[in-house]
T-cell receptor
Framework: GDSVTQMEGPVTLSEEAFLTINCTYTATGYPSLFWYVQYPGEGLQLLLKATKADDKGSNKGFEATYRKETTSFHLEKGSVQVSDSAVYFC??????????????FGQGTRLTINP | NAGVTQTPKFQVLKTGQSMTLQCAQDMNHNSMYWYRQDPGMGLRLIYYSASEGTTDKGEVPNGYNVSRLNKREFSLRLESAAPSQTSVYFCATKPPGQGGKLFFGSGTQLSVL
């Protein structure tokens, strides 16, 4: 079945460092790809998305490019801030038989940014 | 505008007890979902409801039942709780035509002793 694999955490960086969180997927067809972020004590929030190959999603300084040839959707940010400390989830979306969409999530990567 | 509201926020059960997790949304979304979140395993789909009156199993439905009471409410029931059901449970909704953009509640932390 469809699956998403993320780099294992936790990841600890200093403020203003460059961030990469790797994500690869296995899916039939052409799924949409997403990054969600979960701040402490909260539910997940959509960070960015890409719906077709070579699309680049971006938001709040984060970027990810849908790479069909490598089945990857790596998350990057040029200069992280303490406020970026959170758990990041990569996910893919597939449409089911009744038209409902299901998201398949990766295991999450905990990011801690030190001042 | 409350969005997605889950109750309770915390719950401790003994093995064999039953309980219902409540989820209500005020965004008029058709699709609703229940996920569980476990360390190192991400979120796994328990059940989902594409519209009022329909429910379908997700990846890990065993030990759970759901009810889509109306468009607003989607409840998750544990009939006989087991320690393996200790987890954080999230309800989510999806608006039509928004791809995979889900709106999540803040979660219910459940411990089964």
């Amino acid at each position: 079945g469809d699956s998403v694999t993320q780099m294992e955490g936790p990841v600890t960086l200093s403020e203003e460092a460059f961030l990469t969180i790797n994500c690869t997927y296995t899916a039939t067809g052409y799924p949409s790809l997403f990054w969600y972020v979960q701040y402490p004590g909260e539910g997940l929030q959509l960070l960015l998305k890409a719906t077709k190959a070579d699309d680049k999603g971006s938001n709040k300084g984060f970027e990810a490019t849908y790479r069909k040839e490598t089945t990857s959707f790596h998350l990057e940010k040029g200069s992280v801030q303490v406020s970026d400390s959170a758990v990041y989830f990569c996910a893919l979306s597939q449409i089911q038989a009744q038209g409902a969409q299901k998201l398949v999530f990766g295991q999450g990567t905990r990011l801690t940014i030190n001042p | 505008n409350a969005g997605v509201t889950q109750t309770p926020k915390f719950q401790v059960l003994k093995t064999g007890q039953s309980m219902t997790l409540q989820c209500a949304q005020d965004m008029n979304h058709n699709s609703m979902y229940w996920y569980r979140q476990d360390p190192g395993m991400g979120l796994r789909l328990i059940y989902y409801s594409a519209s009022e009156g329909t429910t379908d199993k997700g990846e890990v439905p065993n030990g759970y039942n759901v009810s889509r009471l109306n468009k607003r409410e989607f409840s998750l029931r544990l009939e006989s709780a087991a320690p393996s059901q200790t987890s954080v449970y999230f309800c989510a909704t999806k608006p039509p035509g928004q791809g995979g953009k889900l709106f999540f509640g803040s979660g219910t932390q459940l411990s089964v002793l």
